[in-house]
Each structure stands twice: as C-alpha cells, then as structure tokens.
C-alpha cells in the first residue's frame, strides 16, 4: 500500500466514525430532529404548499375558488388526541374524522378572471377549513372551520369574502362531512351533533369487562387489522360517537329544523329544493371480527320529515367468510383483462343515482337484461330424438322381464 492509498483510507476511516459519531448523538437525543437544510427547504417551499388550482369555478362563470395552504400541519395538529374504532380514526374531542384535525388549508380567495380582483374570504385566525361548496346563485360559499374542540359551518359573501356563521350548533363530521345547499339558496343541509345527546362514554379506570379476541371456526382468510373493536366500550363509543342529527339550516335567521330521529350516518344527498334526502346509515350488529367499513348499511328516501319513503339498498353485515378460487374467464378477456371471474354484482342494479335538476325523482344507469337464448331447431330435434330412443329402451326392457 502506497502512502497516498494509506492517507485515503485513513481519511474515510475518519470520516466513517465521524458520521457515526454524530448519527450516535441523534439516535441518543430521543427526539425530533431537522433534516438538513437542502431538504427542508424543498419541502418548505412555496412551490410543495402554495400551488394553486383553478378549477373551482362558481356558478356565475366568474369567480374561482382557490385554497390556501399553510404548508406541512404542525405537530399540534398530527399529535391531537383520537381513538381507532374499528379501523376508523375518530378525533373524539372536535367530533370529527381525525384526516379533518391534520388539514392544512387555511383559507380561501375568489378570484374574478374578468377582473383579476382577488377577494380573501375573512376565516376566524387559528382555523383549518374544508368542504367548500358554492350556492347555486353563485353569491355565496359555505364551509366547514375546524376550530379545536368543534367543527362549525360558516357561510361567505363572494363580493366581499365577510364570512358567518350559519349556525351555533357544532357539526358531527365523525363519519360524513358533507353539506348541500338548497336549490334557491336559502338553506344548508348538514349532519349536526344531537342536542340532548348527553356525554361520552368514559372507561372504568378498574377493568369491569374483558378485551374480546374471536376466532372464527375453521380456516378464515382475512387480512390482519390493528385497531377492530375489542370490548363492549368500544362499540358503545363507536355508537355514540358516530350518531348525528340530519337538519336543515337557514341562511339568513340560523334557525334549525331537524330531519327526522338522529342515526349512524354515513351519507347524505338532498334534492334540489331539498325536500328529500337520500340517507345512508350504518346498522347494527357491530363486530370484533371485521372494520367498521364491513359493517351493515341501509339506504333510505327520506322526505323533509324524516320519514323514510323506501329503501334503496341494504347491505348486511360482512362477516368473514371462507372465499373460493376465482373461476378462469374463458378467452382473451380484452385489454387489461386479469383473467379473473368477471364481476357480476351490479350487472342488472342501478347505479349512478343522482337527482334530477327539475325535481321530479332521479335518474340513474341500469344495464339492460342480456336477450334469453333461442333453442336451434336441429337442437330440439336431437332431444326429441333421445328421448323416444331412451323410451323404446325403457320398453324392451320391460318386455325381457315379463318374457322372464
């Protein structure tokens, strides 16, 4: 070895410890750390947080909607208390969906691309916002504040961007965050938290029931999951924490009218003049065995009473269930086929359900039944033809035995 070679190698033996050295006194702090300067400024950077869209264009033709964004959520908000229920992540304290507490927009501009002016819309200073949707006069834009212990709708002006409450009751957007407007623009729809829905469950601090683990009998394949219900508490709080109150805001006095008896909603859709609804609803039983996505469904046609006029769907629950191989699709199959069996669940069902504009019912897809296949002649011949064969046998056989 050459001195210049040994010099080199001494140099990166130097350099090696160091590293380790300084990666030993990071590992040792236990703590968060920044990351070097090149990256954090890439991350940083307005070019990853301040990429604005123009696609959110308003009823009038003119205005845009257009997000604002505080950059990456701080650990305030990612570190927010929340419960996993059956596969779903719940800030219990705010009552929402825990993906709404780790928001990061901020804010929202109307812009006129006629005019260029850019109007900000006046958010309360220490909020995140989601979920805005125009009016259907295009004057106005609702949206949800996710304020620290509640979620709240506001409403906004788009000439002046003043921004108000639609009301003081605090929304439950634990499952479902959606909002509608009345067709005429006089009425928000939203599922709210029940007045008289008292406190949370709280857990004994002295264990009073058992963590339930079940196992199905026989061979079950399933996935494995971190976070199903395991005591009585859960299901208890899951019920709690998923129940809301369907109501009816107006605009301008914020008086609410409740639609119907508070449920486990899932999903809502409101007519145009928003007189019916279409209202999805999670049923029990709850299960330790399956997410709460597994569970059953009932989907329902409700007028402005709550009264449910009919059922559109219901899905029972999904228990486990042993799955067969799929069967092999005889050809080709076409253009990314998978060769799998092909699915047949909603091929003579309605989807895409959606209000008609005028009011009158709804529209949807349904594919037509497949004609019912004619039997050939020549094939109908052929069976008549075995048949009078197998008759003939049947008598000859029967004559051998009397002749016996």
């Known amino acids: 070895m050459t001195r210049q070679s040994r010099i080199v190698s001494l140099a990166l033996i130097l350099l090696t410890c160091g590293g380790l050295k300084a990666q030993n006194v990071v590992l040792g702090a236990e703590d968060f750390v920044t990351p070097p300067k090149e990256i954090s400024d890439v991350l940083l950077s ?115 961007g003043e921004a108000h409450l639609a009301t003081e009751r605090s929304l439950n957007a634990c499952l479902t965050s959606s909002i509608a407007w009345s ?124 009264k449910a006029l009919n059922t559109m769907s219901e899905r029972k629950f999904r228990d486990l269930q042993k799955r067969n191989p799929p069967a092999t699709r005889q050809g080709g199959g076409g253009r990314g086929s998978s060769g799998s069996q092909p699915q047949t669940g909603a091929a003579s069902g309605k989807r895409s359900l959606s209000w008609r504009p005028d009011g009158q019912g709804m529209s949807f897809l349904q594919r037509e039944p497949e004609p019912k296949k004619e039997e050939k002649k020549d094939d109908a011949k052929k069976d008549d033809a075995k048949k009078d064969d197998a008759k003939k046998d049947d008598a000859k056989k029967d004559d051998a035995k009397k002749d016996d």
């Open 183 to 306: 067709g005429d623009s006089t009425r928000l729809i939203a599922a709210l938290i029940p007045e008289d829905r008292g406190p949370m469950p709280t857990r004994n601090p002295v264990a009073r029931e058992p963590s339930v683990w079940i196992s199905h009998e026989g061979e079950t394949p399933t996935r494995t999951y971190r976070f199903l219900l395991k005591t009585p508490y859960d299901k208890q709080l899951l019920e709690y924490l998923s129940t809301s109150q369907l109501a009816s805001i107006d605009v301008s006095s914020g008086e609410v009218t409740p639609i119907g008896n508070p449920g486990m909603i899932t999903k809502f859709d409101a007519s145009p003049d928003a007189s019916y609804f279409r209202v999805t609803t999670m049923q029990k039983p709850f299960s330790y065995f399956v997410p709460r996505s597994q569970f059953g469904t009932r989907e329902e046609t409700w007028d402005s009473q709550g």
């Open 46 to 160: 307005d070019a990853m947080h301040n990429r604005e869209s123009y696609s959110n264009l308003g009823p009038d033709s003119e205005h845009l909607l257009i997000a604002k964004s505080m950059g990456m959520p701080p650990l305030a908000l990612v570190g927010r208390p929340y419960v996993n229920l059956g596969e779903t992540s719940i800030d219990h304290i705010a009552n929402r969906s825990r993906s709404l507490s780790m928001g990061s927009t901020v804010g929202y501009d109307l812009v006129s691309w006629k005019t260029g002016d850019r109007v900000s819309v006046q958010v309360p200073d220490g909020i995140t916002v989601s979920g805005a949707q125009w009016s259907p006069c295009g004057k106005f834009v609702a949206f949800l504040g996710h304020h620290a212990e509640a979620t709240r709708l506001y409403t906004a002006e788009v000439k002046s």
